[in-house]
């Protein structure tokens, strides 16, 4: 009998329960008691979900108050030193102190929180375990093992989750010298300790979760796998190692004799792999076939996945398992809530409740035959055959215009060289020319207008009125300033994405389609469901109107094919380029009417194209040719006069320079200052042929820069980039900022780039 289970369940709550119980924990309006009650309720509900989904075993151990991964620093005891001083706080302010840098305990210091970054490729942020001289592990697996016990004790089928040794240590980054792999023999031990505590509350399987065997691997680091796994055997209890997000590919090898009675693997990004996993693996193994997407929203083809299921099923009998492909975390609770989806789109789709409900039809028509589902497999047939063949999907007029691009529609016709010319006489900029990244302070004024108007309190009219008025104060602003290239503030935008989606054919919203980001933070990711047109203009109207203010250039401000792709649930019906591509023709129709009315530079948006990077090296370049040309193509097309800008959030980008090249945007503006112009490592041995401004203050801190500050980060700049290269402004856009930090900011920055342009014209 094939079993089902899974490997996580949201934690946040269909209605994002936990988020508000911990903001109100935060701010002092909750105790601690009621915010683990909210939490024992919200496991509970999520334990019932599953039991009731018919899943043969349940994760425990999935739940978490911030990320699992800071629960692992802590369950091994390893909280940096600089938290170490305050004794009396409780473990759980402690907690959110190391997360946050502040707790609600007035006795714990603020203090610098830990860093945070993405967990593989997908937009949750872990926070990152630290590795000092001090580090010492200390096991405290009672809340571990409490989770546990409250689960056994309500009747469900636990299946603890941990994350494992090896994935724990790479995670994390050592200071002072220290190798992470070198913590392994210390780290060991303590494992060695929590598994037999965990088989002593009688349970039978064990999930350890090693997804770092979805990326290319060091030797020394295969080799840990044999040595930390031969160490970790413990009669009576079965683990089931976890990989997910990738193949396997060569780490297959490394693990496919290690002692441990079950696999799992990914079997959606995988799903070439599993014929030759089946072949190595050896006869008594449990496989657990990851085989419903956990990082998509999109209905299963259950009948295809039958067909193949079935000869694997024959074969494996009950050593077959089936899962979704990794953490049901990063898809939305349930569509169950959904009541204002475009008609028949619904249909299409499977947050993490009907993922569940999925499998279970999958391991009923395993295990009893079809016939006992046919019903379900009936509806789902004709839901895929329904999406396949929708008009919502197809647009006829964009596949055409898709199929028309030769080589010769991704190139701009004349040379940087010569556009910077045209440029240079169409502008008249200065040298060292100044500008910001787009957004000026969202102001509570703005997003009240904003709700108002969304709750039909105020009229389009009074609506556009109030935003027209914004847009007048931030030129006005911008020119009291002396700024030489404007921007128009995007006051009327809630979000970079939303904005254009909400405005594209082929994009849709969900109301409660949330997933977590990092703690409390959630995210609604739009869903790309069909072939991707724009009915009519987006920005022209708001540009236009802001050039109107000024007789300074204006630049208008739109998000990238890369950025919009990446930050939505995108198509699984073809190949990811095809969307951005389609993206890419929409967003260029709107650079030519925007050129078309005057505006002369236009600023294309690709904050997270680096964050589109494959996991695996190898898959790197054909990621960044496509992505390249996607870029290309949405501003393919203008006059060489008009100036292109581009600008990128991180700083982190030797490893890809070459491709930012590629993108020949005439301008791009750059993250750099929290990292104190690091991002010039790259350029020392890559000549960046076209005009870059590096970001001379860190939006992100409510600091104010000086003058002095940022001559001296663009004097650092001018060792490896010609003063002809180089603009200044500040390192993202300022919507998170207020006024009163934007003004004498942008005041230092303007002041700067005169003295500079004194000693250096
Ligand atoms: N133009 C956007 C802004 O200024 C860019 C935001 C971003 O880089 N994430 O807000
Ligand atoms: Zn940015």
Redesign the pocket.
Known sequence: MAKIHNLGFPRIGARRELKFALERYWKGDDTADQLEAVATALRKENWERQKQAGLNLIPVGDFSFYDQVLDTSFLLGNIPTRFQNSPSVSTLNQYFRVARGLSPDPQAEPVRAAEMTKWFDTNYHYLVPEFEAETQFELNPERLLNQIKEAQDLGYAAKPVILGPLSYLWLGKGHSGIQPLDLLEQLIPLYSRLLSEISRLGVEWLQIDEPILALDLPDSWKKAFEVTYHQLRHPGLKILMATYFGPLADNLTTIAHLPVEGLHIDAVRGRDEVTIVLDKISGYKTISLGVIDGRNIWRSDLNALLQWLKPIHEKLGDRLWLAPSCSLLHVPVDLEQEDQLPEGVAGWLSFAQQKLEELNILAIALNDGEDKVAGQLDVNASAIFNRRHSSLVNNVSVKEKLAQLGDDSFFRSDTFEVRRQLQHQALGLPLFPTTT???FPQTADIRRQRQQFKSGEISQEQYHQAMQEEIRKAVAEQEALDIDVLVHG?AERND?VEYFGEQLDGYCFSRYGWVQSYGSRCVKPPIIYGDVARPKAMTVAWTQFAQEQTLRPMKG?LTGPITMLQWSFVRDDQPREQTAWQIALALQEEVLDLEQAGIRIIQM?E?ALREGLPLRKSEWKNYLAWATRAFRLSVYGVQPATQIHT?M?YSEFNDIIGAIAELDADVITIETSRSDMELLDAFVNFSYPNDIGPGVYDIHSPNIPTQRAIVELMEKALKHIPAQQLWINPD????TRGWDEVRPALRAMVNAAKALRLRHE
Do not use: T, Y
């Not at 993202?732 to 919507?735: H, I, R, S, T, V």
């Open positions: 990244i787009g957004s995007e970079m401000m948006d904050p600008h959030c993202c856009g300022l919507k």
